[in-house]
């Protein structure tokens, strides 16, 4: 068997053996070719449809304005106050949802929602005075 067959046959084995090691799932292509891998389709809702809507009360059932929302999706997160009459909302994300509500005066409250796709799921938080 001549040299060069020998060094191409282990170089195909080496890349067969890495690929299996490594869980390529990519095709092997001829050189000189360009590999498209088949884009992943991003899941499809309506980001107008999908969210959650919120309402902080007090203890009577009363709503509080100007309570500091945080969201947390992931690694991302944001803020937010509720509206006068004690609403917040999100729109465009899905999943776990993380919701910290805080107001001086108040025991802060930590609440998760979950979000499906073409969903406005319910979160009602109640705030406790602190005594």
Not at 50 to 65: H, K, M, R
Not at 84 to 106: C, K, N
């Amino acid at each position: 068997m001549d040299a060069s067959v020998r060094s191409r046959s282990w170089l195909l084995i080496l890349v067969l053996a890495t690929a299996l090691v490594t869980g390529c799932d990519r095709t092997l292509v001829r050189p000189g070719t360009t590999f498209r891998p088949t884009p992943t389709p991003a899941p499809s809702f309506d980001a107008e449809l999908t969210g959650f809507d919120g309402l902080v009360v007090d203890e009577s059932g009363e709503p509080i304005a100007g309570v500091h929302i945080v969201l947390q999706l992931g690694g991302r997160r944001g803020t937010a106050a509720t509206t006068a009459e004690g609403t917040f909302f999100d729109r465009g994300h899905l999943g776990d949802i993380g919701i910290t509500a805080s107001l001086e005066g108040y025991e802060t409250v930590e609440t998760t929602v979950t979000v499906a796709p073409d969903e406005i799921a319910q979160v009602e938080i109640v705030l406790v005075a602190e005594e």
